[in-house]
């Protein structure tokens, strides 16, 4: 198999890195030591060898990376700026690492009546460890019908994208294809029920076909002024 330039970097240092200490670089140290403009990049370039079968996160730690692979250092190709390796005989075990992953910022989201969202803005650094498996986005929360939850009008909601749920979860469900709201999901015959978790609010009931889900609540953000 091939890599670019910069995943054959990228695994280099991890190697390194891994055999100094035993534990596994930060995304800023690989973001510094590649010369990248922010840890996005990073983190494309970790999932991309992930995919590919280079590198592994272990599981149940936060961003904690094992190399599956070793590259051959030095058997760098002149065409297509790519490089070669063999299997590597046996990983090596690496530790969590305190990492910031920026996730894409949607806009708002109402916890109470439903409003618009999923407009691109900005990126939110997140800890890592608030994250698991999967692919994320936040939505900044307006509104108070989830302060029963624990759920504050300013808290960014870190969601998992799913397009499934449980009764029960709160969910981001996307109502006629425009308006989101975060509520709890759950069935109620052939209709959906979302509800609030908070009194002064009544639930909403929508035909199934007119409700999407668009991810699970996975963790939150607060902010302190």
Known sequence: MMLTRKQHELICFIEDRLAETGISPSFEEM??????????????????????????????????????????RGAKTAQDNVVAFPPRAAPRPAFV???I?????????AAGVPIEAFEDSAQLAV?????????????????????????????????????????????VALVDGQDATLKYFRRDGRNVRL???????????????RVMVQGRLAGLLRRYH
Not at 143 to 164: C, K
Not at 195 to 209: C, K, L, T, V, W
């Open 31 to 72: 973001k510094e030591a590649l010369g990248l403009k922010s840890k996005s990049g990073v983190h494309r370039l970790i999932s991309a060898l992930e995919e590919r079968g280079f590198l592994r996160r272990l599981p149940n730690r936060a961003r904690a990376l094992e190399v599956v692979r070793n590259p051959e």
């Open 195 to 209: 509800d609030p978790a908070n009194g002064a609010y009544e639930p909403q009931i929508y035909e199934a076909h």
């Open 127 to 171: 800890p890592a460890a608030l994250l698991g498996q999967g692919d994320h986005y936040a939505l900044e929360v307006s509104g108070d019908s989830m302060i029963e939850a624990g759920i504050l009008d300013g808290d960014y909601a870190l969601v998992q994208r799913a397009e499934t749920a449980r009764d029960g979860e709160i969910v």
């Open 101 to 109: 992953i920026e996730l894409p910022l949607h806009g708002r989201i």
């Open 97 to 99: 690492a305190n990492d």
